[in-house]
């Protein structure tokens, strides 16, 4: 059971040329257009000439009967545990076992020194963070790569290793607005990134290219690299997900430091109660306070304006946050938001319709052709005068846009706590010693 990113990793490390096991499927979830397709023989290796299907997670119980399985594997994360529990029954239900593989089972070792950047649930800051640790490495004299958790929402064999470094690196393969949110940042820091389905190959890349690898965490899964030192992003003004989360509780449980970012927007009382809840978890933790800093590129043209706000997918989606840094944007400066969901149409429309807690912004879907297209005709629809986009993706490379746009951009900083500096200190003392 999967969504594009661990299910294969863990079938690379545990199950790929293991004669114990047989393989019957993959299930899909979270993530729109990635069922109904096949995991390629190129990947799935000479024990599977044919493939294996990654079939939608509803068909779950049919596939345990039809296929006589005996093991049912949990491959995916940013789940609550009520909903946790209720994959448990569906399985034991349906007559299978039900497993999931240790975080540590699931980790390739490194020869280069490793920061893990996890969280607790999506939309917390983890590539903020990132960023940062890899700019201060950088100021530092060091060489920092980042590795980030694979996102296979394409053709999963062109995602095999994906290695960026400049502009020109993103047009080698059809990549995805989600995965231009993830990868197009860090060309801004001058930093080369490292994603993809083989693991193993990413990390031989990434050692090759750098120093120190800083592990861009997805979700709020656990690291696929064994960290030296281990950050857990803390997001402020959503304290009542901390232990409620799988497996960012594991993350709090198993990290060196909590990075609790938002504090400001969250204000005294939530911030208060984050840290109380941290506390109670792990009371060895360390805790570091950070702000995100919110950077519009021209204010001026959202005051008494309508806008319409572009928040990135995933944070708003699954993430479950019901806006980010745009719809702040958006407010703090004056602008008169525009809801767009009576405009939505298509993709768009189906995506307000699950996830109903969404607030008056757009997601950037953008894992099909489709939903690019509907993405472009809600924008289109809206009654609005200009675009904030707070996605960290260049959108108007990849849709056709016909209002202007104000870029929204957001980074962390830490205003209280171990600084970027000594955290790297920190890991390179372990890495050594």
Not at 88 to 99: E, K
Not at 185 to 198: Q, S
Not at 276 to 294: C, E, K
Not at 301 to 311: A, F, G, L, P, S
Request: net charge neutral; charged share 25%; aromatic share 6%.
């Amino acid at each position: 059971m999967g969504a594009g990113g661990r299910d294969f990793h863990v079938f690379n490390m545990l199950y790929r040329d293991n004669p114990e096991y047989l393989v019957v499927a993959f299930t899909a979830a979270q993530i729109p257009g990635i069922e109904w397709k096949r995991y390629p023989p190129s990947l799935a290796g000479p024990r599977y000439p044919h493939g294996i299907p990654i079939l939608p997670e509803s068909k779950l119980e049919d596939i345990v009967v039809e296929e006589s399985v005996d093991e049912v594997v949990l491959a995916y994360s940013d789940l609550t545990y009520d909903e946790l529990g209720w994959k448990v029954r569906r399985v034991i239900a349906a007559g299978a076992s039900f497993r999931i593989p240790g975080a540590m089972e699931t980790m390739l070792r490194s020869y280069k020194p490793v920061i893990a950047v996890t969280a607790v649930k999506t939309g917390a800051g983890k590539s903020s963070v990132s960023r940062l640790i890899a700019v201060e490495a950088a100021k530092m004299g060091l060489r920092p790569v980042v590795v980030r958790h694979p996102m296979a929402y394409g053709d999963l064999e062109s995602r095999r290793l994906i290695c960026v470094r400049t502009r020109s690196d993103l047009g080698t393969v059809a990549l995805t607005l989600e995965e231009r949110e993830e990868l197009e940042p860090y060309l801004d820091i001058g930093v080369p990134v490292v994603t993809g389905i083989e693991t193993g190959l990413v990390l031989r890349r990434a050692e090759e290219l750098g120093d120190i690898i800083v592990w861009d965490g997805g979700n709020n899964d656990t690291p696929f690299i064994r960290p030296d030192y281990w950050i857990v992003v803390v997001d402020a003004t959503r304290p009542e997900l901390i232990g409620k989360s799988f497996p960012g509780d594991v993350n709090i449980r198993r990290a060196d430091l909590a990075i609790v970012t938002k504090a400001s927007t969250a204000g005294q009382q939530k911030t208060i109660s984050t840290l109380n809840s941290l506390r109670r978890i792990n009371p060895s933790i360390n805790i570091a306070i950070a702000d995100m800093i919110v950077e519009v590129d021209e204010p001026e043209r959202i005051k008494e304006r309508k806008v319409v706000v572009v928040e990135d997918a995933p944070t708003v989606t699954h993430g479950g946050s019901s806006h980010g840094a745009g719809y702040i944007a958006a407010i703090r400066h004056g602008g008169v938001v525009v809801d767009p969901r009576p405009y939505a149409v298509g993709e768009v429309a189906r995506v307000y319709e699950k996830y109903s807690h969404i607030g008056p912004v757009v997601p950037t879907i953008g894992y099909t052709r489709k939903q690019l297209e509907d993405l472009a005709e809600t924008l289109k629809r809206i009654p609005a005068e200009v675009v904030i986009v707070a996605s960290p993706a260049s959108i108007e490379e990849v849709i056709k846009l016909d209002k202007p746009i104000v870029r929204v951009k957001f980074h962390a900083s830490i205003v209280e706590g171990p600084k970027p500096r000594e955290i790297i200190e920190a890991s390179l003392k372990r890495y050594s010693g």
